[in-house]
């Protein structure tokens, strides 16, 4: 356990829940195992849990009930990005015929709040999903607007030459776009463009990823660059209205 946590109670909740996350259900003996606690410790965050409904019981099992689902969406609603960028989220996904989404920061992690298919209608990405902001091409597109300081914050310690991420921000605050070519997955490409206020102050991200095989040549750096641009400045604008 992390002693850094103000209150132990609340992060061993946390705790409980993510494990039946991993495993879709599981019982006590099964948790108190996994995360080397004694059984009656997980019992009552459990009974805690079911009785106010966000989990579910069945016989001796336990699974993640539904009403995180309306607690991630109340949430979500509230943020006025992801209320602007509703219409022009779907819009361009039917625009490039990709997967289009839209990124917010959140603890350093670039967030992907929401995620409209393409035309072949599957995707990879999970909404909810988090990444380290500079693995990301919409959370660099985020951090290329920021001051160097706060970059450094949100970024901690990184698997890079600082000097490279720098420059490469630089770049990407110069285009107005930050590309993903393979970096994050192999056969995957994306562009993103930073969401930005009216004082320059980035509140998220846009982005449309894809195969290699459909975002590549003048399709990926000029026709979907376009389309990607075209609606981060219109959420802007309409965030500023």
């Not at 495993?23 to 995360?35: D, I, P, S």
């Not at 009552?44 to 001796?60: A, C, I, P």
Request: aromatic content about 4%.
């Amino acid at each position: 356990m992390d002693e850094s946590y103000p209150v132990q109670a609340t992060a061993t909740t946390i705790r409980v829940t993510e494990a039946l996350l991993e495993r879709n259900q599981a019982g006590v003996t099964e948790l108190a195992t996994a995360l080397d606690l004694s059984k009656g410790a997980v019992h009552n965050h459990l009974q805690t849990l079911h009785r106010m409904e966000f989990v579910v019981r069945d016989g001796r099992q336990y699974r993640v009930s539904s009403r995180f689902l309306d607690v991630a969406s109340r949430a979500r609603d509230g943020n006025p990005v992801y209320r602007a960028a509703r219409g022009e989220v779907a819009q361009l996904a039917r625009s490039s015929g990709e997967v289009a989404s839209l990124v917010v920061e959140e603890h350093g992690k670039a967030v992907y709040v929401l995620v409209t298919d393409g035309e072949d209608g599957q995707t990879a990405i999970r909404e909810g999903r988090r990444r380290p902001l500079y693995t990301d091409a919409a959370g660099k597109a985020i951090l290329a607007h920021l001051p160097e300081d706060e970059v450094r914050d949100l970024t901690g310690t990184i698997p890079e030459d600082e000097t490279a991420l720098s420059r490469e921000l630089r770049t990407v605050r110069e285009q107005s776009v930050a590309f993903d070519r393979e970096e994050r997955a192999d056969g995957t490409r994306s562009v993103a463009a930073a969401v930005t206020t009216e004082d320059g102050r980035p509140v998220g991200a846009v982005c449309v990823s894809g195969p290699a095989n459909r975002m590549s040549g003048k399709r990926l750096e000029e026709d979907i660059t376009g389309l990607v641009v075209s609606s981060a400045n219109s959420i802007a604008v309409d965030l500023s209205k």
